[in-house]
């Protein structure tokens, strides 16, 4: 089974999504928090306005809104249907990583040979779960379609993982 990079750009729209478990939506990069306080400030008082999908320039604020409010309670039961015990504690950090990188930072860089994946190869079933399930689940989450290699459009594996060509 083919398949290929994500031409969406979902992957430069991953950058800020690891404050989900921020205290505030105000928090940036970490390279950008100064103090461990600045990360945990109080929410505002005034309501954030969040899109029906993931679009880029969304302040900070509706980015992590929209996390919290669409992509973990669409993708926790998609996670621990898979594996209920490795994803009891479903959230942020199981994509971001514990200092709230991006994913493509923080989880595993996949290898591209030939045009294909070699995850495929290596470890079949998680490859094709991914595929199957987190894809669609993640695109639908964030408003896209799955990546489609005849359009070269959507959401795919390059949206959360770094792609390494051999």
């Known amino acids: 089974m083919r398949f290929v990079l994500s031409c969406f750009s979902i992957l430069a729209a991953t950058t800020s999504l690891w404050a989900c478990t921020s205290g505030t ?3 940036e990069a970490p390279s950008a928090v100064t103090s461990p306080a600045a990360a945990t400030a109080e929410v505002p008082a005034e309501p ?3 899109p029906d999908s993931w679009q880029e320039g969304m302040t900070s604020q509706q980015q992590i809104a929209f996390m919290k409010e669409r992509v973990i309670p669409a993708m926790t039961p ?7 015990a490795e994803y009891a504690e479903f959230g942020c950090a199981t994509c971001h990583g ?4 991006t994913p493509t930072e923080y989880l595993p860089a996949l290898t591209m040979k030939n045009g294909q994946l070699v995850a495929f190869e ?3 079933e998680v490859a ?4 199957e399930k987190v894809v669609p689940a993640m695109a639908q989450a964030l408003g896209t379609t799955p990546y489609n290699p005849e359009t070269q459009q959507g959401f795919g594996c390059g949206g959360c993982h770094a792609i390494e060509q051999e």
């Not at 998609?78 to 209920?84: E, N």
């Not at 094709?128 to 595929?131: F, I, L, N, R, T």
Request: glycine share 0%; aromatic share 16%; no cysteine.
């Open 25 to 27: 939506p105000e928090a």
């Open 122 to 124: 290596e470890d079949p």
């Open 98 to 101: 514990p200092e709230y990188k």
């Open 128 to 131: 094709k779960w991914m595929a």
């Open 48 to 50: 954030v306005s969040i």
């Open 78 to 84: 998609v996670f621990q249907a898979y594996d209920k």
